[in-house]
C-alpha cells in the first residue's frame, strides 16, 4: 500500500530532543486526525523507543538518531527509530518486562513492555556493534472509531 | 517541567508539572531527594495534577522514590493522576508499591 504522506527526522541523541521527537511525530501523524488518547499513546511510545537508543543505543554519548514515518490510506501509522550504536546482544531478553542494563540509572526496564501495549506491532532488528532499529505500527480508529 | 516542593507538618509533597521524560526526571529527583532527606518526612507525596505528559521515566522515579521512603521508614503516596499517565502506571503494577490516590489500596 502506498503511503498518504512520509517524513525523515535526523537529530543528535542528546536528552533534550526527547521531547522534540516525539511532538515532531505526533504533528506528523495529526494529518490522520487521531483522537487524543491515540495521539498520547504515540507519543509516549516514540519517546520510549528515542530514550533507548540515547540510554542503550550510544550510551549517552552524542551521536545521531533517525526516525522515519508514514501515514496509511488505512489509519496505520509506521514508525522507525534507527541509532547507529551498540546494538542488543538478547533481543529477547531486553524486551522482558522490568529487564534493564542500568538499574543505578532509574530506568524501570519497561521501555519496550510500555511500546508493546500502546502499540499493535513492535518488531526490533539489532546486530551488536552496529545499531538498533524499532518499528512501531499502530492503526487508529480515530474520532469515527 | 519543574516540580515545586512544600513541607507541611510531616508530610512532603511535590508537584510536577509538565512533561515528564528521561531528560526531566535527573534534575527532579535531584531536587526530591535532597527535601527528602532533609526533612525526613513521614508521607512523600507525589502530585502529577499538572503533568501532562509522562513516559516510563517516570516509572523510575516513583520506583526510586519509594525506595527513598522505604529507607528512611516513611510511605509514598501518588496523587491526582490524569487517565493518560495512570495508564503507564498500571502497565508497572504501581498500585501495589505506592498508594495511588484514586483506585489504590493503601498498603
Known amino acids: 500500500m502506498k503511503p498518504l504522506n512520509e517524513m525523515k527526522l535526523s537529530f543528535p541523541s542528546k536528552s533534550a530532543n526527547e521531547a522534540f521527537a516525539r511532538t515532531a511525530v505526533a504533528a506528523f501523524v495529526a494529518a490522520l486526525d487521531p483522537t487524543v488518547d491515540e495521539l498520547t499513546d504515540i507519543k509516549t511510545a516514540v519517546s520510549e523507543a528515542v530514550t533507548n537508543a540515547i540510554v542503550h543505543g550510544y550510551r549517552e554519548s552524542i551521536q545521531t538518531i533517525y526516525i522515519t514515518a508514514a501515514i496509511y490510506p488505512d489509519n496505520r501509522v509506521v514508525i522507525r527509530i534507527r541509532d547507529k550504536g551498540c546494538g542488543i546482544e538478547d533481543i529477547q531478553k531486553a524486551m522482558e518486562p522490568l529487564y534493564t542494563t542500568s538499574p543505578e540509572g532509574e530506568r524501570a526496564g519497561l521501555g519496550f513492555a510500555v511500546m508493546q501495549s500502546l502499540c499493535d506491532k513492535v518488531k526490533v532488528t539489532s546486530r551488536p556493534g552496529k545499531g538498533t532499529t524499532v518499528t512501531l505500527t499502530r492503526t487508529l480508529a480515530g474520532r469515527n472509531g | ?107
Do not use: C, W
Open chain 2, 1 to 107: 517541567m519543574s516540580v515545586r516542593i512544600y513541607l507541611a507538618e510531616d508530610i512532603l509533597t511535590a508537584y510536577l508539572s509538565g512533561e515528564l521524560d528521561h531528560h526531566v526526571v535527573r534534575t527532579i529527583r535531584e531536587e526530591i531527594d535532597e527535601a527528602a532527606e532533609r526533612a525526613h518526612p513521614a508521607v512523600l507525596v507525589l502530585d502529577f495534577r499538572d503533568v501532562t505528559f509522562m513516559d516510563s521515566s517516570g516509572i523510575g522515579l516513583v520506583m526510586g522514590r519509594y525506595a527513598l521512603m522505604q529507607e528512611l521508614g516513611g510511605e509514598l503516596k501518588i496523587e491526582n493522576l490524569p487517565n493518560h499517565i495512570k495508564k503507564v502506571m498500571r502497565l508497572a503494577g504501581l498500585e501495589r508499591l505506592a498508594n495511588m490516590e484514586t483506585g489504590g489500596v493503601r498498603k
